[in-house]
């Protein structure tokens, strides 16, 4: 089962680190495995927790939030939101009966494009261990629920 | 219902519109919001035969089946729908009613009933069946959806879902009233509504949830609210001293109203109690429970300066909230994007 596995992961990276660190690393041609999907959005606090449980009812199999390190917010402290929100959906979603290591969260930097192939291998394969996620299975017909309406709670 | 027939207005009885009240897993607490209209009634009387309602008249299933399709004008639905009585009930008066409102909490989004979704259908019979400390059962039985006794009697009963729904899951709903129970000023709306549209002065409103505000209860909340808002410490309701007129994030109480649709007239709020959310989410979130965590999380107080803590420390932080889930979706976890807990094997 393992070695046949192919995981769904959504990534969702912040336009000023993550998303530049995952822009060099595809320059500088590091190799990673090819079972995810990149979501850009301005700050890593504007994934909003619906964006994350959203993913899982489609079927995602993992999901990672990456932004720019602690103190390193572009937006000054969007990233300090994130974690404690990543904290709290993680304990969520165990009581929801995912193993909580399916949600990742990563610093990643600009510069960084080594640490963000690392990172994202490593997310993929732990994710692999685990297997395809329990909600796969009632998403497998699951139509997205409608576009977040402008206006928006973030 | 006692009524006192007149002979002019008996005249008039065949014009008056039939309505029903029905109930699906329910405790019953939107029957008494509707009794609530006191002198109000009235005036719905005058208008409408209460034609089905179990628990203020005698009826059975049979006289609603002998009804002609749309021959009720209006239905209230209250209750989720967790067996196949509940199910049957909401398609049969679906197709007798011209109008169906899913009307309270548990019919809107599953409600408290709807928290049985964070267990299965076999838990909960083991637990009612067997587990309790005062059950006696050394056979195990179970109830099953027919029997036939030993004199030959045939006995069906519904059988319990796997999931609870809510109403909309299950048929077309035309319009959905959250809150539990819906307030009397929010059924004296109603009563308007329906009255406008009998008397022929206003077409019905559009399809979708009525009688409620697009703004969260915030906006309308009479409290003086600071500018900022962190809290320092959770506290627990039953044993703080309330300041009635302050926040009660302010005062490291819960409350959800932030993430939460307006349109209650802040009824637990003028009564010194936190919202709980029972009015749902605001038509612009998709998941009540995520909205809710989204706003608590970003106002709960992190002591130090947060760029020094470890994400260890931010994790313990939030282990301070207990059960997540059943406090953050308390009303509205069949309507979740989630819907249900699943178990990973």
Redesign the interface.
């Known amino acids: 089962m393992e070695d046949t596995f192919k995981p769904k992961i959504i990534v969702f990276c912040c336009n000023w680190c993550a998303y530049a660190g995952g822009d060099l690393a595809g320059i500088s041609r590091y190799q990673i495995k090819p079972y995810f999907r990149v979501i850009r959005t301005m700050c890593s606090a504007r994934v909003d927790p619906e964006w994350i449980m959203e993913a899982f009812r489609l079927g995602a199999d993992g999901v990672m939030v990456a932004g720019c390190h602690p103190g390193d917010c572009h937006y000054i402290g969007g990233n300090y939101r994130t974690r404690r929100r990543i904290a709290l959906l993680r304990s969520l979603l165990s009581q929801f009966g995912l193993n909580p290591q399916r949600l990742g969260l990563a610093w990643i930097s600009a510069g960084e494009a080594e640490k963000f192939a690392m990172t994202i291998n490593d997310f993929i394969e732990r994710v692999t261990k685990l297997g395809p996620s329990p909600y796969r299975t009632s998403a497998a017909d699951a139509e997205p629920a409608g576009l977040v309406k402008e206006g928006a709670d973030v | 219902m006692p009524s006192r027939p007149v002979s002019s207005r008996r005249a008039q009885m065949s014009e008056k519109i039939k309505i029903a009240i029905a109930q699906g897993a329910t405790c019953s607490g939107c029957d008494i919001a509707v009794l609530d209209l006191d002198v109000e009634l009235l005036k719905l009387f005058e208008v409408a035969n209460l034609t089905f309602a179990p628990l203020a008249t005698d009826v059975k299933y049979k006289d609603v089946e002998a009804m002609d399709d749309g021959e009720i004008t209006i239905c209230l639905y209250h209750g989720a729908v967790r067996n196949s009585e509940n199910e049957h009930i909401a398609k049969l008066l679906r197709k007798k009613s011209v109008i169906m409102v899913a009307y309270g909490a548990c019919a809107a989004f599953g409600g408290i009933p709807g928290l049985a979704n964070?267990t299965t259908k076999n838990r909960i019979l083991d637990t009612v069946y067997d587990d309790t400390a005062t059950t006696v059962n050394s056979e195990h039985t179970r109830p099953q959806t027919h029997y036939v006794s030993p004199e030959g009697h045939e006995l069906e009963l519904p059988e319990l879902y796997e999931s609870v729904k809510a109403l909309d899951d299950v048929i077309d709903v035309d319009y959905i009233i959250g809150a539990c129970p819906p307030t009397r000023e929010m059924n004296v709306k109603l009563l308007g509504v329906v009255l406008d549209f009998v008397q022929g002065k206003a077409d019905l409103p559009p399809k979708g949830i009525i009688l409620a505000s697009e703004r969260t209860l915030c906006d309308e909340c009479p409290r003086q609210k600071p500018d900022k808002v962190f809290i320092d410490e959770i506290k627990s309701v039953d044993y703080t001293e309330l300041d009635p007129d302050k926040c009660f994030l302010e005062q490291g109480i819960m409350c959800f109203g932030p993430?939460t649709r307006a349109g209650c007239d802040s009824k637990c709020i003028n009564v010194n109690m936190p919202c709980r959310g029972c009015m749902g989410p605001?038509?612009?979130?998709?998941?009540h429970?995520?909205?809710c965590?989204?706003?608590?999380?970003?106002i709960?107080k992190?002591s130090g300066s947060?760029?020094e803590l470890p994400?260890e420390e931010?994790?313990k932080?939030?282990?301070k909230?207990r059960?997540?889930?059943g406090t953050?979706y308390r009303f509205t976890l069949p309507k979740?994007?989630?819907?249900r807990?699943?178990?990973?094997?």
Do not use: W, Y
């Open positions: 964070v993430a605001t038509a612009a979130v998709l998941d429970g995520a909205s965590l989204s706003a608590f999380t970003s709960l992190v947060e760029s994400e931010i994790e932080l939030m282990a909230m059960d997540p889930l953050f979740s994007l989630l819907q807990v699943v178990k990973e094997t």
